[in-house]
């Protein structure tokens, strides 16, 4: 389904909000199966769901470290008097790795939108344009950061460093040596960014044109109406959940 960059910001905005707003792990799984049948809507690739894959064990974690916050339920699994696993804890455990699917779906929506498009539409909303513009670095710059941060990870390894087994009190050093030249990088590109932007004259008018533009079409406007519908019915459906 084609539909304009504004239409499917305003479903993230619906599905991110709701998914904030519940904490009953039955009312976000079936705003996750909601979430995925929106996704085959839209025609987004299921292959990247496999990216987070290590955040989804990373928050099956939490399911264990809930019980050690969350005194709530009955006791699964305790040694002495130390309770280490309980129901409450897995219910609070489901429900952030629930809320974390569902928000890392909707995110999905945005993952093939051209940038150029993402900044118009968000002029068109009155958003001012430097704001927007940096909003477009942070996407085209992720990639970037992620590429020298594996770059850096490797020059680490082929020195015979094994990350694995860093003891704890030179984690810290680790890390820093680690991060240093990644922010030192960055500060480079960034630097060279804005110099290229001040030698073509940005922000020199006040005004700003466009060589493409985006318009709301008829199908944007019926689905805007069937989100905001269906966000109301759903609020009203889930009531006695």
């Not at 996407?139 to 992620?146: A, D, K, Q, S």
């Not at 020195?159 to 680690?178: A, Q």
């Not at 006040?206 to 079409?217: A, G, K, M, Q």
């Not at 109406?225 to 459906?237: I, K, M, Q, R, Y």
Request: with cysteine; glycine share 6%.
């Amino acid at each position: 389904m084609k539909v304009d960059v504004r239409t499917k910001m305003l479903v993230v905005v619906v599905f991110s909000l709701l998914a904030l707003i519940y904490q009953n792990p039955r009312i976000l799984g079936i705003l996750l199966a909601l979430n995925l049948l929106v996704l085959a809507l839209f025609r987004v690739n299921f292959l990247l769901l496999r990216g987070f894959k290590g955040f989804v064990f990373m928050f099956s974690g939490l399911i264990v470290m809930q019980s050690f916050f969350v005194r709530e339920g009955e006791p699964l699994w305790q040694v002495g008097e130390a309770v280490l696993l309980t129901t409450g804890g897995i219910y609070y455990g489901i429900s952030i790795l629930l809320r974390f699917l569902v928000l890392a779906c909707s995110a999905l929506l945005m993952a093939g939108c051209d940038p150029q498009e993402l900044v118009l539409a968000l002029v068109k909303m009155r958003v001012p344009y430097e704001v927007a513009f940096m909003i477009q670095l942070g996407i085209r710059f992720m990639p970037v950061m992620f590429e020298e941060l594996q770059n850096i990870i490797n020059s680490i390894q082929l020195r015979g460093v094994d990350m694995r087994k860093v003891y704890r009190r030179k984690i810290l050093r680790f890390y820093t040596n680690l991060f240093s030249p990644l922010i030192y990088s960055v500060w480079q590109k960034t630097e060279k960014l804005a110099i290229l932007l001040e030698m073509r004259g940005f922000r020199s008018s006040p005004e700003r044109t466009y060589y493409r533009d985006i318009v709301l079409t008829r199908t944007d406007y019926l689905v805007m109406g069937v989100v905001l519908t269906s966000a109301f019915v759903f609020v009203f459906a889930v009531r006695g959940l």
